[in-house]
């Protein structure tokens, strides 16, 4: 089966938005088999947007749009697909009862104009939306098949796995499936040129490394192209064992893992809490661990000392090491994990503290120098670090390199 | 004059690059007041890559190609162009001397197929690479333009700022400028509704709602076509001033402004010191208040509280007031802020209580549910929220809310 992807949205051609809601539906259709010959992004236009379905469906069989299902007159992608197949619009009180308890629930009043999310083409499947107000839906008509989906890429990816993951799979004639390593501590150069003869055999399966959004990390996919997963697992396994010899060290998880996932899981496997110190990272790092589902196991308590004052106050970091060696150094960043670990009860304890910038370097401390301290078993130790990038940066970067820490530690035991 | 923009590449309908080469041409292309239609994403195929050349400049008079420029047997948007345009391609000594010499200052061997980059469609103005190997072009032929440029972002820019700025700016017709206003606590319906008739008049300057990647917050953007941008103003600001008086109390900035920003400032200007005491959020608004360069100013410290035991010990919640009622309270929101305040000696505290999800919700108190306590002047307020998404969006949310909550307060004296 072939596939395109139309994005509706002025403000994707005026280039405020960019368009990863394509790229999310492209690796997941590529995933089923379903191969994607061309995105197209148009506005909010009637005339334009009819003309895309057209022209898209007189080259494909499938169409998936996203965005234009919202309450405004602008959000035209239904009201486009139904002129397009010939169909009336007409309301679904499922729907519009679904939208109501939306707004009873989350306390607001909703506005006449939501109606309009209720309002669907005659005979088309609709896809409740589990974070956000508008539906989707699914028309199947004259042997075509159009699925839209909002924009938002958090509402959009959601209602995709819920439910039109399964759908697809019907059409699924062989798959392509992947192992993603995920590996902290280690560059995407450095990387490549240990596996530069695995990367180089670009055949079935492929190994690629991959962007991602998440500074200190990197990645690479293994894709294997088979009848059903396990024959594309018998492929790929053989290529991730040559991988971990390599870069064993390095890989913390593999697919949907997180670091801070994966320090939370090695926190509960080994009956330990956690208590955090932050200063350059500012409660991002705290922050890392709540996002995982269930840290309240294994966290309870962390604090950010931003000022000198308070790290003495709030940790016990002594006024003589402070005034001795700075508040940016590996002795008040031992103190600091020392003084967590006391007042929170905790079994271990991790640290922050750096110049963030773009102001406060100097030629001795520049921007970026940063001390992670780690407190565990009575026993402390900093390392120091030399991170670059912007402020945003330079502090995502500590957090991966605190969180990779812990794990460390934790792997040796 | 009208624009469309063709990315080519198999990565990208694989999703595994993701087009952010279209939104940065489409900014530049609306700051010449150059419209852009449609965006187009194809394979490196030649039957599929003449197409998309022959229905673009249907629509339209300038076409932008990015990516297929390089060395490889794949690469062939400049072959596409040439049989689109019906034009010979030729080998430009220049561009073989300039890339030979590339090879030379990076010590290292040019292959045989890099001679591919330096052949061109005969009489197409050649573009330097200043970042990279491959040369861009500019074709004009049969009244219309097409301008190829590289795949790699670093490059395209490069060539886009050197060579492609000031050949556009013969075709603009003036300019495309902006004002764009950021708003907080208020959902994207309710706030379209207090504006629709604003809305409605989408002439000149245009308004219109914008996607946000920043939870909790909406954005109305006015645009406006003229010669220059005192013009522009001169249209907009009277547009600006209406949504004032009917939005202006949900409005907390303009244009690069964030909401961590604005209360930032509003802190320094105030000569406030904040403290922040943290259960639901876990790290994330201290986070975004440190995101803020110069933060450090009015930002002293803040705790994590996520167990009971914390709450009590670090900010002296009394164990009576959790029994009595819970966790996620205005007591216990309002009892954690006072606390904080105490303990840094800060003189404006805020706090976060709340259930994230996914487990842990009841009947009487369902996952979202969320109390934001504010301790100003001795004293103490709290606000009941009812936030929904998956556990990263409602942390986000409150997040927003607090940040709000603070500036309301600090705008208010």
Redesign the interface.
């Given at each position: 089966m072939n596939a395109e992807i139309i994005a509706v949205?002025?403000?994707?051609?005026?280039?405020?938005?960019?368009?990863?809601n394509?790229?999310?539906?492209?690796?997941?259709?590529?995933s089923l088999g379903i191969n994607?010959?061309?995105?197209?992004?148009?506005?909010d236009n009637m005339t334009?947007l009819k003309s895309?379905y057209s022209?898209a469906f007189a080259r494909c069989d499938l169409v998936i749009t996203t965005g234009g299902l919202?309450?405004?007159?602008?959000d035209i992608t239904k009201e486009a697909a139904a002129a397009y197949f010939g169909l009336d619009m007409e309301l679904d009180d499922n729907s519009l009862a679904n939208i109501a308890a939306?707004f009873a629930?989350?306390?607001?009043?909703m506005?006449?104009?939501?109606r309009k999310q209720a309002i669907f083409p005659t005979g088309a499947k609709i896809l409740d939306n589990f974070?956000?107000?508008a539906p989707g839906c699914i028309i199947e008509a004259n042997g075509k098949i159009c699925i839209l989906l909002p924009?938002?890429p958090?509402e959009m990816k959601?209602m995709y796995s819920h439910h039109i993951s399964d759908f697809l799979a019907q059409f699924s004639t062989g798959i392509l499936f992947s192992r993603t390593l995920h590996m902290v501590g280690i560059g995407e150069s450095a990387m490549e040129q240990r596996v530069a003869d695995i990367l180089a055999e670009q055949s079935n399966p492929t190994v690629?490394p991959?962007?991602t959004g998440r500074p200190g990390e990197t990645i690479l996919r293994i894709s294997a192209k088979a009848a059903d997963q396990a024959a594309a697992r018998a492929l790929i396994d053989p290529v991730a064992n040559l991988l971990y010899q390599r870069l064993g060290d390095y890989i913390y998880g593999e697919d949907d893992a997180t670091l801070a996932g994966t320090v939370v899981e090695l926190l509960k496997q080994r009956g330990l809490t956690l208590a955090?110190a932050?200063s350059i990272?500012?409660?991002?790092?705290?922050?890392a661990?709540?996002?995982v589902?269930?840290?309240?196991a294994v966290?309870?308590?962390?604090?950010?000392?931003?000022?000198n004052?308070?790290k003495t106050?709030?940790l016990g970091v002594l006024p003589d090491t402070l005034r001795k060696y700075g508040a940016v150094s590996p002795q008040v960043a031992e103190e600091m994990a020392a003084g967590a670990a006391k007042?929170?009860g905790a079994n271990i304890a991790i640290s922050t503290t750096g110049i963030a910038?773009?102001?406060g370097g100097t030629a001795q401390k520049p921007v970026g120098l940063t001390y992670i301290g780690l407190w565990f078993n009575g026993r402390c130790q900093a390392k120091e670090l030399r991170l670059f990038g912007n402020?945003?940066r330079i502090?995502q970067r500590a957090v991966s390199h605190a969180l990779d820490m812990i794990r460390k530690e934790l792997s040796n035991i």
């Open positions: 949205g002025t403000e994707l051609l005026l280039g405020d938005t960019i368009n990863t394509a790229a999310f539906l492209s690796q997941e259709l590529a994607v010959y061309r995105h197209t992004v148009v506005g334009r895309a022209e919202g309450p405004t007159a602008d939306f629930r989350i306390g607001q009043k506005t006449e104009n939501n974070a956000g107000t924009g938002p958090g959601a690629a991959y962007a955090i932050e990272t500012g409660g991002q790092l705290a922050g661990i709540v996002d589902p269930g840290a309240s966290f309870n308590e962390g604090v950010v000392t931003y000022s004052e308070a106050r709030s007042t929170a910038g773009p102001d402020r945003q502090r």
